[in-house]
């Protein structure tokens, strides 16, 4: 049985006299390194020299240096910059600075079970994941609370691998709500999956095809997109609180039938078929291969997407009705 744990079970002293090295002040780097700091840590950060992100790092009160000297003088080094920037990061600063004894942290499984880094073997290579954005991270803590989250040990060279990675996750507020027992491999491919399959492509993909069958039909593209899109997160808020049965439930009795006669048919075998296909490409590496390739040429093809993204329909008709709300939450 998957083991979770809470704040009880984790000793935020083990985290006393150490001086934690946050590299990359983004959405996850400055949630994770403020959150430690208002729990008794020592922090130091490391960004780009001049970079936007150092100079909020600076205005946030942390001590900022370049990756290479963060890592000389951390004890816990948390690897936090973007994924495709992680391999260079690592060779060029992080690995020379390493000594034994020293912990290698991460947010996301990605270049430990790729092979794209490779730690020496006297240190502690570890993975706290918070399951949410670094924005609702820090904000879930400033109001005593946290989200659920992974833990892994990748490489216990000390022994108390396990037992620093949970005193960590404790120190950003993720023992609050529990943190899961996992994998490098079982957080990689589960995490890509769901962005790609679940609540990422997936569910965005059968809204933007929904938006366009019912504009097709002639119908309004606001009031398809106030249908399809802006009520996405009244339903997402049901299902995190009572789940799917809990949320079908505080829906009229009409979308209740509709919900359960037809979810089989709209996601039916032809689908899962093809995300069995997208799970096998993310186990075995072949979407990895694939967007490290994409970063060395220069992102061409993710850059076409994210344009095509903002000509879409729908969210030319969003864009529109999002300015009327001047209540939304823009973070």
């Not at 690897?79 to 060779?91: E, F, K, N, T, V």
């Not at 009229?252 to 006669?261: D, R, V």
């Not at 997407?305 to 939304?328: N, T, Y």
Request: charge should be negative; charged fraction near 20%.
């Amino acid at each position: 049985m998957t083991k979770i744990y809470y704040d009880q079970d984790a000793d935020l002293s083990l985290l006393k006299g150490k001086t934690i090295g946050i590299v990359g002040y983004g959405s996850q780097g400055h949630a994770q390194a403020l959150n430690l700091r208002d729990s008794g840590c020592k922090v130091i950060v490391a960004d780009v020299p001049g970079s936007a992100a150092w100079k909020a790092a600076e205005a946030a009160g942390f001590a900022v240096a370049e990756a290479a000297e963060v890592a000389k003088g951390a004890d816990i080094i948390v690897l936090l910059a973007p994924d495709d920037l992680q391999p260079q990061i690592y060779r060029e600063s992080i690995a020379p600075g390493l000594a034994a004894g020293k912990v290698l942290q991460f947010a996301h499984g990605f270049n430990i079970y790729y092979h794209q880094i490779a730690p020496p073997p006297d240190i502690d290579v570890t993975m706290v994941a918070p399951k949410i954005h670094g924005v609702l991270l820090r904000k879930l803590y400033t109001e005593n609370q946290g989200p659920p989250g992974g833990v892994a040990v990748y490489q216990d060279a000390s022994g108390k691998a396990l037992a620093t990675a949970l005193a960590y996750a404790k120190a950003i507020g993720c023992t609050r709500g529990g943190v899961v027992e996992t994998t490098f491999k079982e957080e990689t491919v589960t995490d890509i999956f769901n962005e790609q399959c679940g609540i990422g492509g997936g569910v965005i993909g059968l809204l933007k095809a929904a938006w366009e069958v019912l504009v097709e039909a002639g119908y309004g593209e606001e009031t398809a997109y106030l249908e399809l899109f802006h009520e996405l997160k009244g339903v997402a808020d049901l299902i995190n609180s009572y789940g799917i049965p809990g949320m079908i439930r505080r829906c009229s009795t009409t979308a209740q039938y509709g919900m359960m006669l037809r979810q089989s048919q709209v996601i039916g075998e032809p689908v899962k078929e093809e995300m069995r296909r997208i799970l096998r490409e993310i186990e075995d590496g072949t979407f990895a291969h694939q967007w490290l390739l994409e970063g060395k040429i220069g992102h061409p093809n993710y850059l076409t997407m994210l344009s095509m993204e903002d000509e879409h329909g729908s969210e030319i008709a969003g864009r529109k009705l999002r300015q009327l709300m001047p209540w939304l939450a823009k973070p």
